[in-house]
């Protein structure tokens, strides 16, 4: 019965790869408005080098889609708002547009959603009774294609579509927009599509005249006292994001819809500003907005009203974009400069997420805080025995031998594989035991690999399970997979030795 259960088990890993099954997971937002744009090959390795498995494209653009080809990230393809008149007003005009930019590039490219404008109600309301001729038309062009089992089609929304949102129990949806919001709802509802929505604390500080504190915004620790309360319901919150998103909840709620899931768009924090009219556009905001958003959404937190239930979250965005209009900070909302240097290092221990924005090899690789002592036992032994981790300093008597557990050891050979693997797209997973950090773990007269970048193995090997944090969203990863596939049946194969252990 034992040999049943886990050949059963193995199977069910490995269709949960093929059909690319997710939880909470984290995405990247690509603009393009920079006075030199990287090469797509270069915006897909650094997107490689930072484990980022997800991004949203504000277009379709064949150059970019060639170059995400057999990367296994999963792609948000783009119907700029500009081409939505064609293609709202033509059947046949959106069956062309799914052939060019989807199904000619799927399944080599994960293309998991089609964007159908941007914030097109309230950016360009002249166009909403186009939005939903065009959605329809192309999940008809996705069917016909034999797509839509993979790809969902849904747009995204500006969080301003919903009024009265605190206390977010009260909220609802503009009502001037009903005509288009309520069939539009019910379609996401029957095609088992998000309603996307950017969340922006930013903004709502900035133009709350000092009613929502900074920490609020920020996601950092408040006091009982201050967290606010919705007196319908009695929930909690301790933070803007989660209240946006319950209110977007409590507002389909309102006109009858109480399936569809939330996934957020964009959202981040501008990490430079006019010092006299955006103060609090800094690099310490800005670091400590995404952290914590990170953190929080790939904790699978939840919000108050849907503990529990995760929120797939795009940040905006990857790149500065240098050549956007508006006000200063509206240029500098990217985790990188258009050259790929970072414009501030994410704090990220413990958060469980591979995303570390430092290209300068100052990260590492360490155990995660509360894994299951067995599991990284047994990564440990892989690492220092098929990985071919030159673990012979953990020896007694040798500099890193104390503290003598399996944590220090196992932090010591994740990190010592993660960069002779060249710090490689899931080199610091191990099954789900070890995770990415900007903090030195040495100690003493024992030093990790990340300040020289010393590589301390007897050769390669890969590590079993290399996969990253995610697992897909919505489409396979491409028919065939077979590096899924491996990666899930190692993963329950190191299982399996757990089990009889």
Not at 185 to 194: D, E
Not at 376 to 389: E, M, R, S, T, Y
Not at 474 to 486: E, H, I, N, W, Y
Request: net charge negative.
């Amino acid at each position: 019965m034992r040999k049943l259960f886990f050949v059963s088990f193995v199977f069910l890993l490995a269709a949960a790869a093929v059909h690319g099954e997710d939880g909470a997971y984290i995405g990247v937002n690509i603009g393009t408005a920079m006075s030199s744009v990287p090469a797509p090959t270069q915006i897909t390795t650094l997107l490689r080098s930072q484990n980022i498995r997800h991004v949203r494209l504000y277009d379709a653009d064949p150059a970019m889609l060639a170059a995400l080809s057999n990367t296994g990230i999963h792609v948000i393809v783009s119907v700029p708002n500009e081409q939505l008149l064609a293609i709202g007003n033509s059947n046949a005009t959106a069956a062309n547009w799914v052939s060019r930019n989807v199904a000619a590039h799927f399944p080599s490219v994960n293309i998991t959603a089609i964007a159908v404008g941007s914030e097109v109600l309230s950016a360009q309301p002249n166009a909403a009774s186009l939005l939903m001729p065009a959605m329809r038309y192309l999940q008809n062009a996705l069917v016909a294609a034999a797509l839509d089992r993979y790809i969902k089609i849904s747009t995204p929304h500006s969080s301003s579509i919903i009024l009265d949102s605190f206390p977010p129990s009260q909220a609802f949806f503009n009502r001037s927009l009903d005509s288009v919001l309520v069939p539009m709802l019910k379609f996401l509802q029957s095609t088992g599509s998000p309603l996307m929505l950017n969340v922006y604390p930013y903004y709502d500080y900035m133009r709350s005249n000092g009613v929502i504190p900074l920490d609020y915004a920020l996601f950092r620790p408040l006091p009982p006292n201050k967290e606010a309360v919705d007196a319908n319901t009695l929930l909690h919150y301790t933070n803007v994001f989660d209240a946006v998103v319950d209110a977007a909840y409590f507002a389909m709620a309102y006109v009858n819809v109480t399936n569809v899931p939330v996934m957020v768009t964009e959202t981040g924090w501008p990490h430079k500003g006019d010092p006299s009219s955006e103060p609090d556009a800094t690099s310490d905001n800005a670091n400590t907005y995404n952290s914590n958003l990170i953190r929080h959404v790939m904790n699978s937190t939840g919000t108050p009203k849907h503990p529990g239930v995760d929120v797939p979250t795009y940040i905006y965005e990857l790149y500065d974009e240098d050549t956007r209009p508006g006000s200063t900070s509206e240029k500098y909302w990217g985790l990188f400069d258009m050259n790929g240097v970072p414009a501030y290092t994410l704090h990220l221990t413990g958060s469980g997420v591979l995303l570390a924005n430092d290209t300068t090899n100052q990260t590492y690789c360490v155990a995660r805080e509360g894994a299951d002592p067995k599991m990284l036992q047994a990564a440990l032994d892989w690492a220092c025995g098929p990985g071919k981790v030159d673990c012979s300093v953990l020896m007694q008597g040798q500099p890193c031998y104390d503290p003598d557990t399996v944590e220090a050891h196992a932090t010591y050979a994740f990190n010592a594989y993660y960069h002779g693997m060249g710090m490689g797209s899931g080199t610091c997973y191990f099954s789900g035991v070890a995770v990415v950090t900007t903090t030195d773990p040495s100690h003493g007269s024992c030093v990790y690999s990340g300040k020289n970048g010393t590589s301390l193995m007897n050769g390669t090997s890969l590590a079993p399970s290399m996969n990253s944090t995610d697992g897909g969203s919505g489409a396979p990863r491409a028919f065939g997979d077979v590096s899924s596939l491996a990666r899930i049946v190692s993963t329950a194969l190191l299982l399996s030795v757990l089990l009889l252990l």
